[in-house]
């Protein structure tokens, strides 16, 4: 079946360091990929995400590219700011025809703490 | 839009009572999903609804939880009787065709 893992946590930075939380996947076909963020207190939203290979999400400073030959997912940020404090969940999604369907299947998720 | 509505954002009860969770999802929306998050078991997957039918539902994690979604603009969650190790946040979600989850603000469960 379908699996993500993620590089466990929890990862603290100083602001302006350099972010990668690593994501890998098992899936069969060609799965649609997303970030998702978790901020204290509040559901999971969107981040990017990626629908074929190659493509590059993108989106606050973020990036994934979608890795098929080594199936990976790795989020990325050049310098994080405090703000960037929360949760971060890798997911995939399968797809038929363009659409994706059923349900997301997610990371454990990845706690990061940026300290001033 | 006004997202996914969740109610009641707080609930706090006692041992056997009966617990009900009430989600609106966006409009058009076709799928519903139920999670659960706590920090020992992380985000749980309880069931998901495809067009109000309910698709998978080995999530649930006894038959104390019952969902139903009587048509597509709402969807409930019931715990009955509810036990201490039900306290948790359970997050409503749906999503678009192309995958996005849109998560509600979830309701925070405790159970005394």
């Known amino acids: 079946g379908n699996s993500v893992t993620q590089m466990e946590g929890p990862v603290t930075l100083s602001e302006e360091a350099f972010l990668t939380i690593n994501c890998t996947y098992t899936a069969t076909g060609y799965p649609s990929l997303f970030w998702y963020v978790q901020y204290p207190g509040e559901g999971l939203q969107l981040l990017l995400k990626?629908?074929?290979?190659?493509d590059k999400g993108s989106n606050k400073g973020f990036e994934a590219t979608y890795r098929k030959e080594t199936t990976s997912f790795h989020l990325e940020k050049g310098s994080v700011q405090v703000s960037d404090s929360a949760v971060y969940f890798c997911?995939?999604?399968?797809?038929?025809?363009?659409?994706?369907?059923?349900?997301?299947?997610f990371g454990q998720g990845t706690i990061l703490t940026v300290h001033p | 839009d006004a997202g996914v509505i969740q109610s009641p954002r707080h609930e706090v009860t006692e041992m056997g009572q009966e617990v009900t969770l009430r989600c609106k999802p966006i409009s058009g929306h076709d799928y519903l999903f139920w999670y659960r998050q706590t920090m020992m078991r992380g985000l749980e997957l309880l069931i998901y609804f495809n067009n109000n039918v309910p698709i998978d539902d080995s999530g649930m994690p006894e038959d104390r939880f019952s969902a139903k979604m009587p048509n597509a603009s709402f969807s409930t969650l019931k715990i009955q009787p509810s036990e201490p190790r039900d306290s948790a946040v359970y997050f409503c979600?749906?999503?678009?065709?192309?995958?996005?989850?849109?998560f509600g603000e979830g309701s925070r469960l405790t159970v005394l």
């Open positions: 979600a749906s999503r678009t065709l192309t995958g996005e989850l849109f």
């Open positions: 990626a629908t074929k290979a190659d």
């Open positions: 997911a995939l999604s399968k797809n038929a025809g363009g659409t994706s369907y059923g349900k997301l299947t």
